[in-house]
């Protein structure tokens, strides 16, 4: 078997796991009462003003909206993170498209679910206005992603995100169809192992987030010790962070510090800056050795482009800019990060909808098989990119799937400057906002009947009319998912590889899983599937 863990329900991260034997909780007793202590008295002497102060008046103060506590606002409304999107759905209909609820130090946060709003303040190209929050960005990536294209702002964001947009040109894809066909021919495989081997119903993100990862690395990882130490960190990595996240002692970061938490926390950062130090490496030996294939004109395995010219990846984009060796490090760990598993969460839920409604299946599957069968668009079972381009239907029911599943469920920025949202309203300069893609995507004004799974409404004809930033997935504006092209296309070239060789059934319904904010949209467990080779 091809995939580094076993089982792969080990794979969500899911918060209702009992973590205690993962990470050290010694003492936690102890550190929990003296922090509670020191919190009482930070927040009486210093904190007061602080707090006065963010309760000044203005119309965002009158908004409708959940009553926060003191110091840690809205916060308790998640103690169970299970409620989180049931609470949000809630909180939508009850307040409408703008409302107001509080974070930390009961800090507003204003909940924009209006399309024109939403437009307001991503559709500009002011610096000023892709700015994010500390919170939650900081306390989730802050110390893993540092300054990387993620979070940072201003010109430093304006230029990696120039460097980096380099690498995700159409015409930089072309290099990708190349491991595109070897790590999706991998999952078939692994598939077919799996299934052959007896008629249960298996679990089967573990094989795809396998598949997404070494897709993003440029390199077989899984089946080796980098490929395990990196995928268990992160797995723990996001554990931590949203545990962080949601608890008001741990967003103070002196206490954060003190906890054990934040020592294995950096544990898990050393690790995988390790692992990715070493792909690095095998990036540069790779580059060297294609270049002296190249110069030999003769072929070194699969890997030589022979009289053509390279296409550059993007690692190799980043290795020729001119950013230090720190900041490469840290945004090959954004790209990795922010790519991977949102792929791979994207094919699964993809596969999930196309179990449930076997007739926009079938129609793939007619689909797939014109492309697979077509010796221009596929040689020997390797797709082009061209051919991955042309499955409309195919990414139309993935547009269809992030809609109802949009992995990155909810996004924040901080103005700095003012921003008119409407004739009525500005916002005033540094005010958080929060946009749900989840909750905006659920509109029946935008998408009438919004819990059936109907690919059609992604036909131009059915776009046309649509409010533009109704459709969120990926954000939108200067500040927008940079991977967003590279994702569809990764995401169309794995769902068509399992369609291609197998029809997919579950034996699950769409509310037996419930979704958890575990950084993306996380089922609590995965979904159960039979695959059944296909007579080709
Ligand atoms: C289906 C898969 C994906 C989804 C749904 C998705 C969604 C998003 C969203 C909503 C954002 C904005 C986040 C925010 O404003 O806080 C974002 C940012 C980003 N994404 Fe993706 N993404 C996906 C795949 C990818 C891939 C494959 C890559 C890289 C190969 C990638 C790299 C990034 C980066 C670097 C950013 C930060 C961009 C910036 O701030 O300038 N994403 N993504």
Not at 41 to 69: A, N
Not at 216 to 238: M, T
Not at 277 to 291: C, T
């Amino acid at each position: 078997m091809h995939y580094f863990l076993k089982n792969s329900s080990y794979l969500v991260p899911n918060l209702f796991v009992n973590t205690e034997n993962d990470v050290a909780f010694n003492s936690e007793f102890k550190f929990w009462a003296a922090a509670v202590i020191a919190l009482i008295l930070v927040c009486f002497t210093k904190l007061q003003p602080k707090i006065f102060k963010l309760k000044s008046k203005s119309w965002i103060d009158s908004l409708p909206g959940p009553k926060g506590l003191p110091i840690i606002g809205g916060l308790h409304y998640f103690r169970d993170l299970s409620k989180t999107f049931k609470i949000l759905h809630d909180w939508t209909s009850l307040y409408g498209p703008i409302y107001r609820s509080e974070g930390i130090f009961n800090e507003p946060i204003v909940f924009l679910n209006d399309a024109s709003h939403v437009q307001a303040i991503l559709s500009s190209n002011h610096l000023g206005l892709v700015t994010k929050p500390v919170r939650p960005y900081d306390s989730l990536f802050g110390q893993f992603l540092k300054n990387g294209l993620l979070i940072s702002k201003g010109k430093y964001w304006k230029s990696h995100r120039r460097t980096l947009s380099r690498a995700f040109t159409y015409q930089s894809f072309q290099g990708y169809a190349k491991l595109f066909n070897k790590f999706t021919k991998l999952l078939v495989h692994d598939l077919e192992k799996l299934f052959d081997a007896d008629d249960e119903p298996h679990q089967i993100s573990g094989l795809i987030h396998c598949c997404s990862l070494q897709i993003i690395c440029g390199l077989e990882v899984c089946g080796n010790e980098e490929g395990i130490i990196f995928y268990e960190s992160l797995h723990k990595y996001k554990i931590i962070s949203s545990k962080r996240s949601m608890n008001p002692l741990l967003l103070f970061d002196l206490f954060w510090r003190l906890h054990p938490l934040s020592r294995e926390y950096n544990r898990l950062i050393n690790s995988m800056n390790n692992v990715t130090r070493k792909i690095i490496e095998k990036h540069k030996e790779a580059k060297k050795n294609d270049a002296q294939c190249r110069n030999n004109n003769e072929a070194i395995g699969n890997d030589c482009i022979m009289g053509k010219k390279p296409c550059r990846s993007m690692m190799d984009e980043m290795l020729a800019s001119d950013m230090t060796p720190e900041e490469i490090l840290i945004e090959i760990n954004t790209v990795i990060a922010a790519g991977f598993e949102s792929t791979s969460l994207t094919v699964h839920y993809m596969l999930f909808l196309l179990a449930l409604n076997p007739e926009h299946q079938r129609v793939c599957q007619e689909e797939i098989d014109g492309v697979f069968n077509d010796p221009v668009r596929c040689e020997n079972g390797n797709l082009t990119m061209d051919a991955v381009g042309d499955m409309k239907y195919l990414e139309r029911c993935c547009y269809e799937t992030l809609r109802i599943f949009p992995v990155i469920f909810m996004f924040q920025r901080k103005p700095e400057v003012a921003v008119k949202l409407d004739e009525e309203r500005v916002l005033p300069p540094n005010t958080t906002v929060a946009i749900s893609p989840i909750l905006m995507h659920n509109n029946p004004e935008h998408y009438p009947e919004p819990d059936k799974f109907q690919p059609d409404r992604f036909l131009p004809e059915n776009c046309r009319n649509r409010h533009p930033y109704a459709y969120l997935p990926f954000s939108a504006g200067i500040r927008n998912c940079i991977g967003m092209k590279f994702a569809i296309m990764e995401s169309k070239a794995i769902a068509a590889s399992i369609l291609r060789h197998f029809e997919v059934s579950t034996v699950d319904k769409i509310d037996d899983v419930i979704l958890l904010p575990s950084i993306v949209l996380t089922p609590q467990r995965d979904y159960k599937f039979h695959l059944k080779r296909r007579q080709l």
